[in-house]
């Protein structure tokens, strides 16, 4: 058996593409489990059929707020200000970094880490944006929650309300942070 | 037994197809000369989808790819570990050249040789710099542009292998999708999961329209339609006696996507480039010559 150059090219490229694509998104896909060998970045490209899988009774809408100092009400920022770009859907990077990219149920170390850099970026940003108003102090994280109902059916495209018209008990404060 | 030492043009044959033994189906399938206008069609389609996302994200490129937005710190990766250093601010225009410019070429076909692994490094790169926006329409475009970048370049025939990978992409995101769904999902376990999840951080105007106005009974028909659409992509589109109906089903799948879930335009389009794979050569020729009116150079059609 030989092989020419000319048939080289053609055949490895084949492979390539079997080996790391089709049959790693297949099984990841049908076992939704990645395969370990890989490195965490090729994993990470082989993560594709995974969407709308189950259903949302509770739509969380994360509002940011601050407490400035010597002030004692928090105040809700324009998150557009901070996070204007659009990700996937109505749905920010901030909205992105809060329930996805961090584990929404466990509290654990990485989830609070980043929400506390989060948290301190904001802080910063916010004196660029508003110079010579009083500095931030603590920067926390809350969110309203919109529940599904078929007898209120939304009027229009997803856009959060403001923060104050949630009534208490469909809030929760997703984390609070110290930036002083 | 060997391979044929030849070199890939239309006037002669591909690795192994001149062979009579059993496996020579196999690599016919593979390997197997195909018609190049296919693969342009894709080609043009797929960079035309890329285009059009990364220019809807460059209104906010300064928070998606500069020091200007918030990133991630390298100690919190969530998804990969690659650390890829952002944009320095005063170069994001030229950046931008590269990235949108690599793309525009790749569309109209000029110097494919480089300026698709231009394209493809450049989108490889804002796909890694944030991984906050990447999702799986950066994935499927990244993947998609690499294999046209390997694939030969020429329009006259060449080996099917590119076209073949592609198609079976498309196949098994669709049925893993649906699998996902109805197995590790609640699609067969509660009838109203579509419902909830048009609802949700992705509902446009005419979604929120279909929720008021259409009976609540309708929804978990389009839910199971759906389902059965991904479910049952390898026949419908694996079968070429089937094709019409998977196209035309597949179609009217992403435009509801694309009409009722915000920015998911973008996702679907570039879901519909791979469907130019599985439409009838002449007909690509056909609306070819007629984007071209008769000008563009003809392009062999294997019998």
Redesign the interface.
């Known amino acids: 058996?030989?092989?020419?150059k000319?048939?080289a090219?053609?055949?490895l490229?084949?492979l390539f593409?079997?080996v790391f694509?089709?049959v790693p998104?297949?099984y990841?896909?049908?076992t939704?489990r990645k395969i370990a060998f890989f490195?965490?970045?090729i994993?990470?490209?082989q993560?594709?059929?995974?969407?709308?899988?189950?259903?949302?009774?509770v739509?969380p809408m994360p509002y940011i707020q601050v407490l400035l100092a010597g002030e004692e009400n928090w105040k809700t920022l324009l998150e557009k200000d901070?996070?204007?770009?659009?990700?996937?859907?109505?749905?920010t990077?901030?909205?992105?970094?809060l329930y996805?990219?961090?584990n929404i149920l466990d509290y654990d170390r990485?989830t609070q880490?980043?929400r506390a850099?989060?948290a301190r970026?904001?802080a910063k940003?916010y004196a660029q944006l508003n110079p010579g108003a009083l500095p931030v102090q603590f920067v926390r994280f809350v969110a309203g929650l919109h529940f599904?109902d078929?007898r209120e059916?939304?009027?229009?495209?997803?856009q959060p309300p403001p923060y104050e018209s949630f009534p208490e008990e469909k809030t929760y404060i997703l984390s609070s942070h110290d930036v002083r | 037994?060997?391979?044929?030492?030849?070199?890939?043009d239309s006037s002669r044959p591909?690795?192994g197809t001149h062979l009579g033994f059993p496996g020579a189906s196999f690599l016919q399938f593979?390997?197997g000369p195909v018609d190049g206008i296919r693969l342009s069609a894709f080609r043009m389609a797929m960079a035309t989808a890329v285009f059009l996302y990364v220019l809807y994200?460059w209104v906010?490129a300064e928070?998606?790819l500069t020091e200007a937005?918030?990133h991630?710190?390298e100690?919190?990766l969530?998804?990969?570990?690659?650390v890829v250093p952002l944009v320095p601010s005063a170069f994001l225009l030229w950046f931008g050249v590269l990235l949108l410019g690599g793309l525009a070429a790749v569309i109209v076909g000029w110097q494919l040789r480089w300026t698709t692994w231009l394209a493809w490094a450049c989108l490889l790169y804002v796909t890694?710099a944030?991984?906050?926006?990447s999702?799986?329409t950066n994935?499927?475009a990244?993947?998609a542009l690499l294999?046209v970048a390997?694939?030969p370049h020429n329009k006259v025939p060449h080996?099917v292998?590119?076209v073949?990978?592609l198609q079976?992409?498309l196949i098994?995101?669709y049925?893993?999708?649906g699998?996902?769904?109805a197995v590790?999902?609640?699609?067969l376990k509660?009838p109203?999961?579509?419902?909830?999840?048009l609802?949700?951080?992705?509902?446009?105007?005419l979604?929120?329209w279909m929720?008021?106005t259409l009976p609540?009974g309708v929804w978990p028909v389009l839910q199971y339609a759906a389902l059965a659409f991904e479910l049952l992509a390898p026949l419908h589109l694996g079968i070429k006696s089937l094709r019409v109906v998977g196209l035309l089903w597949g179609l009217s799948f992403q435009l509801l996507i694309a009409a009722t879930?915000?920015?998911?335009i973008y996702f679907s389009l570039v879901m519909l480039s791979f469907y130019v794979l599985f439409v009838d050569e002449k007909l690509l020729h056909r609306i070819y010559n007629l984007f071209t009116k008769g000008r563009g150079a003809r392009i062999h059609v294997t019998p």
């Open positions: 058996m030989s092989l020419s000319n048939d090219k053609p055949i490229s084949c593409f079997l694509w089709i998104i297949l990841t896909g049908l939704q490195p965490r970045t994993r990470y490209f993560s594709v059929g995974n969407l709308f899988t189950h259903r949302v009774d739509w901070y996070f204007p770009m659009e990700t996937f859907g109505y749905r990077r901030l909205f992105e970094a996805y990219a961090t990485k880490a980043t850099e989060i970026w904001i940003r599904m078929p059916p939304p009027a229009g495209h997803w | 037994m060997m391979f044929v030492k030849r070199s890939f591909y690795v593979w390997f994200r906010c928070e998606w937005g918030y991630v710190s100690a919190n969530p998804y990969h570990d690659l890694l944030d991984q906050l926006s999702f799986v994935k499927l990244v993947v294999v390997l694939a080996s292998w590119p073949r990978v079976i992409t098994v995101s049925f893993t999708a699998w996902n769904k590790w999902g609640e699609w509660d109203y999961v579509l419902w909830s999840q609802q949700g951080t992705y509902r446009t105007d979604a929120a929720i008021r609540l879930m915000h920015q998911l």
